[in-house]
């Protein structure tokens, strides 16, 4: 199972990460051996299979839409690298 | 008096008869940490002066009228991915390395409700992302059988830390193998709960389908005890099962009309000879205390790390997703734009086995192989849940060993991306049905990797989902038969 350094690259950028090219080549390398190693999968017939993502069975689980005022606001907020006024500051993006 | 390795039922009579306070006990500990965590780096964090203020609230507690909850003044460790308010929570990662925790994760306000006094936060492979600690942006754990040999991991942290004398009891997590498998290395006991069990609120989540809060201890008995305290109900956490807990640690009488089943495919080529013996003594023991045993075969199981390599890393790219330079603390200060703010801040951030997991998830989940990867192997999944069920129509309990082998020498995992999914093939699929799982002591081994050095092997209890009391019955019979339980390694020193 190859992957292209393209294909990595196109990854690389969905997932939000910056590589160098050496490491490019590392992670292509990876990638491509975990997909070697789950190839067999393909193979186990699954027709009229259900997924599954959830193993308790449990459905919607409500609560009342009530509302109250947070008291952790500050402490989250003084995880930032930048804030401002409190808010959360970033580069520009228009 | 030497207060390592004493269980909790003795902590307490010291604690309730006043022969100790537990400001005194939680002192001792400090004095401990300090001497030997520079050798098993086990602690990433110290909360000392939080601790005091927890031990004197328990010693108030404890001279006022009336009985003491089990865990009231024992100390304890917690695995650096539980939220602890006002103090540094890192997951054992770079990207979070100043990150103070804003609040408590719902175990740890368990835990105080309780009147346990938390000591600090251990070490564990970035993310939980491994079966080593070695992929820690901290540095590996060390086994405290043998400082050149792993842990364990992802909760190598936590059984380095109980398994030396460090703590009493300690929390860990497991999504596939991260505290059976630890446990198992260490000597130690290991609980990893039905999924829904016990509340993943404020435990940084790694795949949410699969990450199960538990404890290692040094005895069933104990894990009993630290079930009562954490499990539960959570509205903060909406995929926790609404039942009414409580485990009991009476020791039954006999194993008579428990029906145990011997998975043949849990006996995998490579198995190293010592572990296979001494797993099937511990299984001559289950029958001589009255339990039938049926070998069983469970035909899927060889897919389960399979699927857990895509799963997995599918559910820890959109998790880590949330660590995006701008609210976590970490920002890189090379970014020109906001695109550069989250490609550099999470290329500083991240360690080579975090990266690589998003790296796969993304991949397995990107448009045009979602359904070749993730959803076949949601599908087989299903399959692999079904076969459990099928085999619980006929067994009470499966019973196999925890790891296929005893602790390997530390940098065997070294840039291997298949490493953990190997050590752990034992642990992942009833890890992807959400089952309860128990790891404890039977004896030792000698390893085939590296020294031939004896290294403690565990044998592991897998039950049908909730059924945790059916595991801790088994356990506690055991360990009241042998005491594999009680060898603690040669004393540590400088």
């Known amino acids: ?94 | 008096m030497n207060l390592a390795y004493k269980e909790i039922s003795e902590l307490r009579e010291l604690l309730d008869t006043k022969h100790l306070s537990s400001l005194e006990l939680t002192q001792y500990f400090f004095k401990r940490i300090k001497e030997l965590n520079p050798l098993l780096n086990a602690y990433l964090t110290l909360s000392e002066e939080h601790a005091y203020y927890l031990a004197k609230r328990a010693d108030d507690f404890i001279n006022s009228p009336g009985n003491n909850p089990w865990l009231c003044g024992i100390p304890y460790a917690a695995k650096d991915l539980f939220l602890t308010k006002g103090i540094r929570t890192t997951a054992a990662s770079k990207i979070l390395d100043k990150y103070i925790a804003p609040y408590n994760a719902t175990v740890i306000n368990k835990l105080e409700s309780q009147y346990a006094v938390l000591l600090g936060k251990t070490n564990l492979d970035e993310f939980a992302h491994g079966s080593s600690t070695e992929t820690s942006a901290y540095g590996a754990s060390k086994n405290p059988w043998n400082l050149s040999r792993i842990p364990g991991g992802s909760s190598g942290g936590s059984s380095s830390a109980v398994a030396g004398g460090l703590a009493p009891f300690a929390l860990a997590t497991e999504t596939g193998g991260s505290i059976r498998q630890p446990a198992s290395l260490t000597g130690t006991c290991g609980w990893k709960p039905t999924y829904g069990r016990v509340s993943r609120y404020g435990v940084i989540a790694m795949a949410s389908s699969l990450d199960c809060p538990g404890t290692i201890a040094l005895s069933v008995k104990d894990l009993v005890y630290t079930a009562n305290a954490i499990s539960g109900q959570d509205a903060k956490d909406s995929t926790t099962g609404n039942h009414n807990v409580h485990y009991t640690p009476e020791i039954p009488k006999s194993l008579a009309g428990l029906r145990v089943g011997v998975p043949r495919e849990y006996f995998p080529e490579g198995m190293e000879s010592g572990v296979k013996t001494r797993i099937y003594e511990a299984i001559n023991i289950l029958e001589k205390l009255g339990a039938s045993i049926t070998e069983v075969s469970l035909p899927l199981t060889k897919y389960g790390s399979l699927v857990y390599a895509i799963v997995c890393p599918s559910e820890v790219s959109s998790n880590l997703m949330r660590y995006d330079g701008i609210r976590y603390t970490h920002q890189s200060n090379k970014a020109t734009d906001l695109y550069d703010i989250y490609c550099q801040s999470r290329a500083e951030g991240f360690g080579d086995e975090a990266k690589r997991r998003i790296m796969t998830g993304t991949y397995v989940l990107s448009a045009g192989y979602f359904d070749a990867y993730y959803k076949q192997a949601q599908k087989v999944r299903r399959l692999i849940l079904n076969e459990f069920m099928e085999v619980f129509k006929k067994v009470d309990v499966l019973a196999c060993a925890s790891s296929p082998n005893v602790a390997v020498p530390i940098g065997g995992a070294k840039d291997n991306p298949l490493f953990g999914y190997i050590a752990d093939q034992l642990n992942i699929p009833s890890s992807l049905a959400g089952l309860p799982g128990l790891s404890i002591p039977c004896g030792l081994a000698t390893s085939t990797t590296g020294d031939s050095v004896s290294l403690p092997v565990g044998f592991q209890l897998i039950g049908p989902q909730w059924q945790e009391q059916i595991l801790f019955n088994i356990g506690l019979i055991f360990q009241a038969e042998t005491d594999f339980h009680k060898s603690i390694p040669q004393p540590l020193t400088i």
Do not use: C, W
């Not at chain 1, 950028?13 to 590589?19: C, P, Q, T, Y």
């Not at chain 1, 292509?28 to 193979?43: F, T, W």
């Not at chain 1, 509302?67 to 228009?94: C, F, M, R, W």
């Open chain 1, 1 to 94: 199972m190859t992957i292209s350094l393209e294909e990595t690259k196109n990854i690389a950028n969905l997932s939000r990460i910056a590589f160098t090219d050496e490491e490019l080549i590392r992670f292509q390398s990876s990638l491509e051996k975990i997909l070697a190693y789950v190839d067999e999968l393909k193979s186990i017939p699954t027709h009229n299979v259900e997924p599954l993502s959830t193993v308790t069975g449990l459905v919607n689980v409500f609560r009342k839409d009530d509302t109250h005022s947070s008291t952790v606001t500050e402490a989250i907020l003084a995880n930032a690298p930048q804030l401002k006024d409190g808010y959360y500051k970033v580069k520009t993006i228009l």
